[in-house]
């Protein structure tokens, strides 16, 4: 770090290392370590919901770190139950409200179509957005990797696709609840529902107005989005 800004000044740094979060003790002795060197340099990094802790979070504060994304996944507690992630819905919660105490951005990464994930479930994330309002979210559908519970599940489900680098748009490996482009919808509206939570005033009000009628619209056709025997075709989303 201190050799990247004396030789190059970068204006930002990104730390794709999912375990850079692992230690508190680790984050407190690189804050100091940067301290000491004059060696701070604003950076994004990846953790867990339940690695902010306020001496990690105050301690990412001091190296500099503008930005964490973090593995949400569901804003439904079963949903995170059935992924065995081991987090909870307060974790959430508390991690966020704690980045933005210090002036960290927090972001969330989000899945859908996970086994189980119905309406309710993809409500109660959007309602979670609407609540704590996390600076960006980044949403993915369910990955079957090789070598999980969750793979061998699914996998006599697979088709000619079997690989997560044949999921671009959200396509989904295993048969979902929903096809794709319903999946994609909720995906732009959940993007859209991060935007409108950070407005303010007038043009978040007409935001809120907008995603609640586009809410409404996707209810109307979940039924007919879903997988399976249906409908051969759905109607444009929010035209």
């Given at each position: 770090m201190a050799r990247l800004k004396e030789s190059v000044g970068p204006g930002h740094v990104w730390f794709a290392d999912d375990i850079f979060g692992l230690s508190h003790r680790w984050i407190e002795r690189f804050a100091d370590e940067l301290a000491g060197r004059n060696a701070v340099i604003p950076f994004t990094m990846q953790s867990r919901v339940d690695l902010m802790t306020p001496s990690s979070v105050e301690a990412l504060a001091r190296a500099g770190a503008e930005e964490v994304w973090m593995g949400v996944e569901s804003g439904a507690q079963k949903i995170l139950d059935a992924m065995d992630k081991g987090t909870t819905i307060g974790q959430v919660r508390a991690a966020t409200r704690l980045l933005k105490?210090?002036?960290?951005?927090?972001?969330?990464?989000l899945q859908l179509g996970y086994p189980g994930e119905e309406w309710a479930e993809i409500l109660s994330t959007r309602d979670l957005i609407r609540e704590e309002r996390p600076d960006d979210v980044g949403v993915s559908v369910a990955y079957p990797l090789p070598g999980t519970l969750f793979?061998?599940?699914?996998?006599?489900?697979?088709?000619?696709?079997?690989?997560?680098?044949?999921?671009?748009?959200l396509a989904m490996l295993f048969e979902g609840?929903?096809?794709?482009?319903?999946?994609?919808?909720?995906?732009?509206?959940?993007?859209?529902?991060?935007?409108?939570?950070?407005?303010?005033?007038?043009?978040?009000?007409?935001?809120?107005?907008r995603l609640d009628a586009l809410w409404r619209e996707a209810e109307?056709?979940?039924?007919?989005?879903?997988?399976?025997?249906?409908?051969?075709?759905?109607?444009?989303?929010g035209a």
């Open positions: 105490q210090h002036g960290i951005r927090a972001s969330w990464f793979y061998e599940r699914v996998r006599g489900q697979f088709g000619e696709k079997t690989h997560w680098n044949d999921s671009d748009e609840t929903y096809s794709g482009p319903f999946y994609r919808h909720v995906r732009d509206l959940l993007h859209d529902e991060a935007v409108a939570a950070n407005a303010e005033g007038e043009l978040a009000e007409a935001r809120r107005r109307a056709v979940e039924m007919a989005a879903r997988s399976g025997p249906g409908p051969t075709s759905l109607p444009v989303f």
